[in-house]
């Protein structure tokens, strides 16, 4: 969460001070980032997510460095949007891997998980 304040500072200080706002956007990926990739490990040690499920806020998070900061530095602004757009492709299929393991086990009593 607190990678997505630093994008919500950002984009709040970038009409008033560019080079702040400049710097929030530079840090902001690395920070979700890493916390992806933290709570990736932490998903796929917990073992209660099933399928490809299980391997999505790990992708989250790998997707920064493998894909979006290449592009971002190769190709500059234009590497940028396509970048953007990948990215949250991957938030929205942990939007839906949340979704359907919260159906799937919703249904569970207590006892049963």
């Known amino acids: 969460m607190a990678g997505f304040a630093l994008l919500v500072a950002a984009e709040l200080t970038d009409p008033f001070n560019p080079g702040t706002a400049e710097t929030l956007f ?3 990926p690395l920070v979700i980032g890493i916390s992806m990739v933290v709570t990736g ?3 796929l040690r917990a073992q209660r997510w099933t399928g490809w499920r299980r391997f999505v806020p790990v992708v989250c998070g790998v997707y920064v460095f493998a894909v979006f900061l290449p592009l971002v530095i190769t ?3 234009p590497g940028l949007w396509s970048a953007l757009a990948g990215w949250e492709l991957s938030f929205a299929a942990l939007g839906l891997a949340v979704v359907m393991e919260a159906s799937t086990t919703s249904g569970a009593r207590v006892g049963d998980r």
């Open 26 to 28: 530079s840090i902001s």
């Open 41 to 43: 490990a932490a998903v």
């Open 75 to 77: 190709l500059g602004d």
